[in-house]
């Protein structure tokens, strides 16, 4: 049986990162520290398996990379690692999502369905590039038909600010109309990078937000993700996120920071869904499939955690 150890920062950069290279971003976060866990594993004293998981969300633990090396598959290696993993984690969920890129990530969603996880949820992330066909294609879209719908909810007494102009009085009327309104995962002021504030939204109806897409990005501008699009819980269907997501846009094909724009649906979420086909069909663009497995918290006997 492999030492399942939790490692320091030195002992993952210095044993492990060689071996087991996790994305550039990911291990620039692992250095910066704060809730990560690391787990590897060794024989005779040589790293053969790593696991990193995010430990910050309190009712979940985030199982962000797991791999064993070539030549010690298929011998209980990340069985051990994942239930070293939910031992420290007792109660919690641990929560995995695999992108599905090439080949090997369907054997990692056949280990995680043997292990007892549940297949929860799907999504896809779309990349979309800044090029002349897609600025042209959502600026005939605008010309042909977007300009109108925002022109007929502005007759609505309906406006759209941008972040940046937001000041002080629409943050606070926002964040006071959040509890309740809005859904309490879409809450903007627990984006998980930096706000790109020319490109983020809010619909407002006087001072009371209606909606609000707020984009971030975690490659210092160069890709703009639209984390939350939220609309009003007494407002969803009316049309108003449209508003938002289209000055998103807009501000994206106007912009010369951002190259790419992306953001996630998931399956479940028809809404979004349609507002996908109808709005958001870009030529060009790119999908990954994304699945969400979750396995509840509990205590697995087996695993021994040294070091
Ligand atoms: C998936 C992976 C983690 C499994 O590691 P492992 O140490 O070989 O897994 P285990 O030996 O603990 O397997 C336990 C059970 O899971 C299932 N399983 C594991 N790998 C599987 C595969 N490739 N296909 C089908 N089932 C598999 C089997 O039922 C296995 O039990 P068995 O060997 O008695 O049949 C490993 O193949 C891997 O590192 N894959 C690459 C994952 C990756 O891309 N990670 C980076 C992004 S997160």
New binding site residues.
């Given amino acids: 049986m492999p030492d399942i150890k939790r490692l320091n920062l030195i002992t993952y950069l210095g044993r492990y990162l060689s071996i087991f290279p ?1 994305s550039v971003s990911l291990a620039q976060e692992v250095c910066r520290g704060e809730g990560k866990i690391l787990l590897g594993a060794e024989m005779d004293g040589v790293p053969c ?1 790593l696991l990193i998981a995010d430990s910050q969300q309190d009712e979940k633990l985030l ?6 090396n070539e030549d ?11 239930n070293a993993c939910v031992e420290l984690a007792p109660g919690r969920n641990l929560e ?1 999502h ?1 992108t599905l890129v090439d080949e ?5 969603m ?2 995680l ?3 007892g996880f549940e297949h929860v949820d799907s999504s896809d992330t779309v990349v979309i590039d800044r090029n002349g066909t897609t600025v042209r294609q959502w600026e005939d879209f605008m010309a042909a038909k977007g300009s109108g719908l925002i022109r007929r909810l502005e007759k609505k007494g309906l406006r759209v600010v941008s972040m940046a102009e937001a000041g002080k009085t629409v943050m606070s009327s926002l964040e006071k109309n959040l509890d309740g309104r809005f859904p309490d995962d879409m809450n903007p002021f627990f984006a998980s990078h930096d706000i790109l504030v020319d490109y983020s939204f809010i619909v407002l109806k006087g001072s009371e937000p209606l909606a609000y897409s707020i984009v971030v990005s975690d490659d210092g501008g160069k890709t703009a993700i639209v984390q939350f699009l939220a609309t009003a819980s007494d407002y969803v269907g009316s049309g108003v996120f449209f508003m938002c997501l289209a000055s998103s846009i807009s501000a994206f094909a106007r912009g010369e920071q951002c190259s790419k724009v992306a953001y996630t649906v998931f399956e479940k979420n028809m809404e979004m869904r349609k507002i996908q086909e109808k709005y958001l069909a870009f030529k060009g663009q790119q999908f990954w499939r994304q699945f969400l497995f979750r396995k509840s918290g509990q205590f697995l006997a087996g695993a021994k955690l040294c070091g």
Avoid: P, Q
């Avoid at 090997?104 to 990692?108: S, Y």
């Fill in positions: 996790a398996g199982l962000e990379y797991i791999r064993i010690s598959l298929r011998m209980g290696i990340a069985t051990a690692l994942i995995c695999v090997a990530d369907l054997g990692l056949r280990f369905e043997k292990l």
